[in-house]
């Protein structure tokens, strides 16, 4: 109701603000007897951790995640896992000046409308902070879907895009950017320089492929795969879009084109393209599940901007803090995450809680 | 979990395929005394009704709703609201030619490979014939926001996008596109005809607009107000995007650019511009929502396409059933309902579900 | 979130007042493939009919249902089932005469503070009319968890119990008490025939058993099996108690007597006593599940009892509509129905929802 | 789905096992702008804590709660607020002697057949150290309906039951088992040591009231405010048996004497009797609502008991740890804690999440 929690059978719900004492999340729904421990969550929160390049805040948090219940002798347990951040950088002394100050393009305005209080520092549960735990809880999802691989580039940064002919997902590894075309950074790294000294910020496209997806995952009707990953990837902050296999292409084909043609292929049934993206009536096909996702340019500006004061006059802003001039950047293993999210929860939607659990034979009275 | 509901506190549960006796839903959350009878509903039943040009499909349905329960001496007493629609033109002799091939781009596929079991009359639960319910359940939702005006048009179809500088509201309600501008009318015309001579089909790209919507609606981190508005569009039958405010242009604007600056004026906060699309940090600004949705083009085709059959053999498929060459036409009613949906949905979160009741005085006993 | 809707893997939405046309359920996440038709849910529904003795409402209801959706070719589909029962004997004048009066010991009252609107016929929403449809859907649960048998018997009515040394389900069949004891059948006709004279009414306690539920069905901490076994139970209308094996007994027994011993018999776990009633720690043990409920007398009464007007003024009210003596032999049928629910929905939270389609070999594409 | 969460407007959902690093909670949906702090919460736990009397167990646990997020300047802030205990006294070793076998009457054997993982820990996830953060989310829903009392006492201990007459609320304050009636107390002291002596344990009788409950809270047919009352209190570990009002009793009473009256007074109606325990139709009734729970002796027992082991093997158990010989005891304060979080969440289900903050005005842009 509140909003704070994701899923249905793999349930993830998370609480903390920007410059609170920690942040935190259980993840409920595990199956029992998962291998699983800290070294299987942190080196995703450290792809997301801030400070990496001088093209992402300078921010420094370790983003250290203690695993708190759910897990014993090395495996889950099928209760509730516990997960928690301390928080070691807030800083809030960057926030006393623009305290009465609602940042355009921030949650300012719309959560003081919403609660009629105001959390100043940082934008408090609005911060981007609270990825963390997505990250954090995304990993655990990864382990229940573990056949499932998914990974995420970033396609464009402003209106550089790649050039997908030049596709190479270890390029992804290789750069600042998670940017698959080698050829295409150095065209980055010019303009975000150029971008931060103008004051100014980018945003960027997002795409997100999840491999060895099985047919048959998603819902009829409202729960449909694809309508989840719309919902989970749209609630990243920053995301004004979301698309699914050809997107918005889609509209401008015809039919003939767009159909992905079906044929048999060593007993199984191949597709001879995938411009559904993986999902049809909202079901997974077996294909590759490809998703795209917009991410705005950064609100926070070194450069003045017109905004209006919790009194009710009109002001200029300039916000100092530490801030990403791209966001899109650090999106990327947020959007890997929330995918991860929705097909951990599809998948035990569908094949249950603990059915590892039930169905295996444990000797006697069966 | 099955797929079948949405919302919370304004919850909508549907039932029915394509060719079963009936269609129906239960409208749960509706606070009571609100004024309501079936003449509230069908109207805009009658807006998604198919065969009223020859732009659609040719299926004769009437489509009258009734309500069942919910509604005493016509107010809504807080109690489930009951739907039911018969159907009245099944039809199913046009389907036994294709009863055991998969149609592509269709859910026949994945749904078999979810359920394990095949109702192949006109796809059955996966048809549209369900968004039926969807348009039925959202006039009823209007009628909780009821302050908040809700309309769409088809802005393009295929390759030919409107003129956005000849916008006009009226002209959606005098041509069969739901097109608000007139001198595209005629190429859309030509276009379609064309494309159905091509045995072929064509997408489109609609836009929804909320406008009277308080600010202060959504909820933070996964049930933002843009999160819930981009599942329940992606939810409709061949969605394969959803943006909203500037959505996938906004990742190639600067950030100077693309901020909404604050201002006030006679006493009230306004916005210079509305990129965001009338959400920020996920809850409502109070400016107007403004979504985009893309709808692939028809899947059924005349035109002979690859597919495989039940048994695992490849096959050529011709649909000959009754079908619109370009669904994005009757995906407006449609997008308008959601959007409706979730806008209730989200104003009986915050408001609670009878605070109109609860709060009145009714002489004694406070 | 409005209290219309059951269990979350197998899920049940009710509609429907006592004097509107119709009262209709949908029953969401029934599994693909079982087999169903009408003949499975109409004895449900025919055990808990109006009318079969004197010692129960003379309403008449045939109580035919129709399904509506979610079965093809007498199978399920794994799409929601939509059921449909027309209401025929509605007599609205019964209540004509006392449209003003809030009847002691209903919820006329109660609904009216809630709603701030009155449906004095028959009591609306609140009337025990809707728990047609909880028997009907618990039904269909029966099939889910096809290997578990659940009866139910009533044990005492008034001040009258049963002897359980002569305990026979068979009886329960043969009288109109489902009366487990013979010899206690006369008495119970006795003391009904004098309440009736006395325009009084009189309450009861029933006792469900399921046999065959399998060891580890349940939630930990809050959705225990037994926890939403008393939500289920204490949902019926007029239910004021429930206990779980030993019940409030428990409380005066020494633990040494209340643990039930575990030894191993034929290479099986077995306990030598079942007061823990089939649940410890919320989990089935595998023994038999066995609940009790209290069901207060019947509020409407031929005598009359003080009372008050919608207008604030003090009133006598003598009831003269159709009304059974002891709702507690009609709530048999209805409290083996909830414990149905209950358990369908935890074996399918724990199998999932698909679990027999998924897993099933298909021929090709596995 | 997993069991770990209670509620839907207002949500808790807790984590930690009883020798795990740190017990916590995540309440989603208290309202904005409720004074708030960890000092409105530690007396509540301090009132469950173990070790305060002979009669309890010894282990010795702080139990600090810190409020790690959702509060700001001692004001909530309507995010997510999570709480965290740290566990202090473990004492693991307690438990190796026992590793293997299936304590009678305890969760062991249903986690161990459900998950198939065994956390030998003092039961891990099924200890009741999870109460504690019961506790610490009621200290909070009681702020929520602020102008609730919710008060419980321990009526019953073994056979031995209070003298009603003699009920005084300030008696429960003075003496370590919560009993209302002072003249009972000696009784039970001398009662419980000679339980101790004999190696065996004692059940109890709680029973809850709260004061100040507005009519009209509580939902139609399933989510009634009873049969959540029902569904919070039976989830309390050892809990047999619940009822509200006249209960078991209410079966043997003719509907003559159970029906409360209702007069007006004052203008205000008001009830001759409350044998319904302030709810009728599953709708508060504005009186005092009236709950009592049987609770089961304690478990873990000196004297030596049969069991099997996880070999399946027979084998006789004694379990040493410290235990409380009667849990009743300890259950009053976890009673009254789920009491409170049923009537926040049916408070804020009717009244809505933010109502406070969206109803109030600021001054401009309403």
Redesign the interface.
Known sequence: ??????G??F?V?????SH?????A?V??VP??VALSEADIQPFLDRRKPGQSRFTTQRREADQV?I???V?EG?T??????L?IENEDPRSKDYGAIKDL?R????D?????????R?Y?G????SAR?TAMRVAAGAIARKVVASVSIRAALV?V??NAIERARWDWEETERNPFWCPDAATVPHWVAFLDE?RR????????VEVVACGVP??????????L??????????I?AV?????????????????D???????AD???TF?SN???G????????QDIVCRI??????S?A?P????SV????AEIVTKGRHDPCV?IRAVPVAEAMVALVLADHW???????????R?D????K
Not at 77 to 82: C, D, R, Y
Not at 198 to 205: E, F, L, N, T
Not at 311 to 314: C, H, L, P, V, Y
């Open positions: 109701m509140a909003g704070n929690s994701f249905e059978a349930r719900t998370t609480f903390g603000e609170g004492p920690a942040i935190g259980i409920d729904g029992p007897r203690r708190l219940s759910g014993f495996m347990t099928g209760a509730p896992i516990g928690l609602f355009p393009g921030h949650a305005y719309t959560y003081w409308r919403k609660y009629g209080i959390d520092r934008g408090g549960r609005s609270e464009q402003g209106t971008v103008a004051g100014s910020s980018a945003g960027g496209i047919a048959g995952l998603g819902e009829p009707v409202f729960d449909r694809d309508a989840d990953l719309a919902k989970a990837l749209m609630s902050p004004k879009g979301v698309e699914i296999g050809a997107g918005f292409a889609a509209a401008a084909m015809p039919g003939s767009h159909n992905d043609a079906m044929r048999m007993g199984a049934v001879l411009n559904a993206g999902v049809l009536g909202g079901i997974s096909t077996g917009a991410i705005k340019p950064t609100s500006l450069k901007q017109q905004t209006v009194a009710g006059e009109d899109a035990l939607r569908q094949r249950g809680q603990c059915a590892t659990a039930v295996e444990r000797g006697f009275n």
